[in-house]
Nanobody
Framework: QVQLVESGGGLVQAGASLRLSCAVS????????MGWFRQAPGKEREFVAH????????YYADSVKGRFTISRDNAKSTVYLHIFSLKPEDTANYYC???????????????????WGQGTQVTVSS
C-alpha cells in the first residue's frame, strides 16, 4: 500500500518560516520524482515545486521562487518543502505527490503524478 503522509503545517504569522515533510512508503522512493502542490479555499490545486530522483534538479512556480525550497532525503524516503517569509496568500492545503515518469513539460500538472498525500494545512495570519 502506497502512502504519502504530509506534516509540518500549522497556523503561523506572516513572515514566519515552516518546513513541510512528506514521508513516503510502499514504493521505491528513489525511483520517483516528487512534487508539492497547494489548494486554497475556492481555488484549484496549483503546482508549487518539483524535484527529480536525485535531488539535483528542481522547478518552482513563479509565485514561490526565492521563498520556497524543495529537497529530498532518499535514505529517509522523505521530501521536504521549506517555506520562508510566509504570506497570507500562501494559506492553503499543501499536498505532496509522487510520479514514476514525469517529463520536463508536465512536472507542473496534476496528471503527471501517480500518488498523492492527504495534505497538510498551512494558515498564515497577517
Amino acid at each position: 500500500q502506497v502512502q504519502l503522509v504530509e506534516s509540518g503545517g500549522g497556523l503561523v504569522q506572516a513572515g514566519a518560516s515552516l518546513r513541510l515533510s512528506c514521508a513516503v512508503s510502499g514504493i521505491t522512493f528513489s525511483t520517483y520524482l516528487m512534487g508539492w502542490f497547494r489548494q486554497a479555499p475556492g481555488k484549484e490545486r496549483e503546482f508549487v515545486a518539483h524535484i527529480n530522483r536525485s535531488g539535483g534538479t528542481t522547478y518552482y512556480a513563479d509565485s514561490v521562487k526565492g521563498r520556497f525550497t524543495i529537497s529530498r532525503d532518499n535514505a529517509k524516503s522523505t521530501v521536504y518543502l521549506h517555506i520562508f517569509s510566509l504570506k497570507p496568500e500562501d494559506t492553503a492545503n499543501y499536498y505532496c505527490a509522487a510520479g514514476r515518469f514525469v517529463g520536463p513539460n508536465t512536472y507542473d500538472t496534476n496528471r503527471a503524478y501517480d500518488y498523492w498525500g492527504q495534505g497538510t494545512q498551512v494558515t498564515v495570519s497577517s
